[in-house]
């Protein structure tokens, strides 16, 4: 027993030469670790609320809208093109300038009110080659309605060459008639860029040829 007072002794000694721990130092400690945070969130707070700004300022300045109902792009639009009348694909050595007489019919399954941004451009090819253009007017589509599109295509050519006219002269002795596309560009406010391409066999066809439709992109 007596040699265990010594090691007592020293103990108390030892508790008592520790510092207290005051209360105001702890709770400045925990302020200082529970302000962290805190302000680690409004930084980000800040931050999401700054790009936020400037994202609506740029939407605004290139004219674009963050917020787009998603009615306005579901849809189709269909095309149809009624039999071809025409002037200058006679046989060689009858001179006349070529010229196309073009009607289609548009369909849409659209909500709302599909119509061009201006007015559009219908071309004739034979074989590749571009051989009249013509402007057709502004035309709108009623919400799941119909519309008919009608515009001319003519040519600069005073005549088409003679070469190229016994070209169609002979397709038109081997097939029956003379296979000519006919293409419609356009703008549209939702689908942007649009080509509607419809092929018809001149003399032959009686009924309505259905087109092909589609939305171009530049990226």
Not at 69 to 86: C, K, Q, R, W
Not at 186 to 191: D, I
């Amino acid at each position: 027993m007596s040699l265990l007072l010594p090691l007592i002794d020293r103990r108390k000694k030892n508790d008592q030469a520790l510092p207290p721990i005051r209360t105001m130092d702890l709770e400045a400690l925990l302020s200082r670790f529970d302000g962290e945070p805190r302000q680690h969130h409004m930084c980000k707070f800040l931050a999401s609320t700054v790009l936020f700004v400037l994202a609506t300022a740029a939407a605004a300045l290139f004219g674009h809208s963050l917020l787009v109902d998603p009615d306005l792009t579901i849809g189709h639009i269909n095309f149809s093109m009624e039999p071809v009348a025409y002037t200058g694909l006679g046989p060689a050595g009858v001179a006349a300038p070529p010229a196309f007489n073009v009607t289609m019919h548009a369909t849409s399954s659209f909500k709302h009110e599909f119509c061009t941004s201006g007015g559009a451009t219908v071309q004739a090819a034979f074989s590749g080659l571009t051989i009249a253009v013509g402007k057709v007017a502004p035309f709108c589509v009623e919400p799941k309605g119909s519309a008919v599109i009608a515009g001319t295509a003519s040519s600069a050519w005073t005549a088409l060459p003679d070469d190229f006219r016994e070209r169609i002269h002979r397709d038109r002795r081997i097939n029956g008639g003379v296979e000519v596309e006919v293409n419609l560009s356009f703008e549209n406010e939702f689908k942007g860029p649009m080509w509607v391409r419809c092929r018809a066999m001149l003399d032959a066809n009686r009924q309505n040829t259905p087109c092909r439709t589609f939305k171009l992109s530049y990226c």
